[in-house]
């Protein structure tokens, strides 16, 4: 995740926003051009914006877990020496989440 006020998309965007697994909407955003999802902006964490690992260009980053495995994309492969959760995080991650995006103004 990052903060939603550190992303930036240059282009045209696409929206739908539906009801994610903790009740809270997520916007789910695409390139209008040939709709292929760029991020997700999540209201539970204070719009911060979940991105693809494969979105970014020239990054790099160690994860410390994956969540919401069951609805991972078709293809995907999760290593499996990393914390995976099916739906939401275990509690041990959700604290890291708590401090970080739910406990900001």
């Not at 697994?21 to 964490?45: E, F, I, R």
């Not at 410390?64 to 991972?72: A, F």
Request: proline share 7%.
């Amino acid at each position: 995740f990052f903060e939603g006020s550190d992303c930036e998309v240059h282009g045209q965007v696409s929206t739908s926003t539906l009801t994610g697994g903790t009740g809270s909407d997520k916007t789910h955003c695409a390139c209008a051009k040939c709709n292929t999802p760029l991020y997700v902006t999540v209201s539970a964490l204070n719009n911060a914006c979940a991105v693809s690992a494969d979105r970014i260009a020239s990054f790099t980053f160690e994860p410390i877990v994956h969540l919401w495995t069951s609805q991972k994309r078709a293809g995907v492969t999760i290593p499996s020496d990393i914390l995976q959760s099916p739906g939401a995080p275990p509690d041990e991650v959700r604290e890291i989440m708590l401090s970080r995006f739910w406990d900001k103004p």
